[in-house]
């Protein structure tokens, strides 16, 4: 019988991503079939993803996976960080506007950012476990690309040429800051219960 984890998201599109880059390990991943109810915080990803995490777990009694992400422009000063989601109302395409919009005087030196991730799997004995990915690029002028969500379309990683919107699902899921999170924290839960990767 495989560990069930359950995955405190409310995004199908990331619950789509986190459950193909567990499928390599004996885990089977379920969606919460409850609203992940909690106010997140400004202080660090962890923090909120923690939170989802722990939510999850004392409400269902089982293993839970909580993650929270967000992308960084060192020239904003980090911004918008945890703030990705949500320094102004709307949809994602309007929050990558508001972006570009921010950055339209900035050149190319300046338009270097990172997507940062953080995953926590919170267990039904009270204990956590932690990973942390990134990923590296660049800020393009303008959206490129119908694939993915939030951010994608506007973020090329170094090395690429395209954006993360014009890559297949799993050409993202290969080098994202989201597998590397993930990767980090169900190797460390695995190991922690003795079991290895399929
Ligand atoms: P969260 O759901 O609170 O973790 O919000 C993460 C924010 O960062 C959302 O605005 C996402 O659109 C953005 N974000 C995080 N990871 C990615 C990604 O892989 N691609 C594009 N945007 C992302």
Do not use: W
């Amino acid at each position: 019988m495989p560990r069930i984890i359950i995955i405190a998201t409310g995004n199908p599109a990331k619950f789509r991503e986190i459950s193909d880059i567990m499928g390599k390990y004996d885990i089977a991943v379920r969606m919460a079939d409850l609203r992940v109810d909690v106010r997140e915080g400004t202080a660090s990803y962890e923090e909120n993803a923690r939170l989802k995490a722990f939510y999850v777990a004392a409400r269902l009694g089982a293993d839970a996976f909580g993650e929270d992400s967000g992308i960084e422009v060192p020239a904003l000063g980090g911004f918008p960080g945890v703030m990705s989601a949500r320094f102004i109302e709307g949809r994602d395409s309007d929050r990558t506007d508001a972006l570009l919009d921010r950055m339209r005087h900035l050149g190319p030196p300046d338009r270097k950012a990172a997507f940062k991730a953080c995953a926590v799997i919170a267990l039904a004995d009270g204990t956590t476990v932690v990973g942390y990915g990134e990923l590296n690029g660049r800020i393009t002028d303008g959206p490129v690309g119908e694939n993915g969500f939030g951010y994608d379309p506007v973020f090329v990683p170094d090395g690429y040429d395209r954006t993360l919107a014009q890559m297949s699902p799993r050409e993202k899921n290969d080098i994202s800051h989201r597998r590397r999170a993930i990767e980090a924290v169900v190797e460390k839960y695995l190991f922690q219960r003795g079991v290895g990767a399929e």
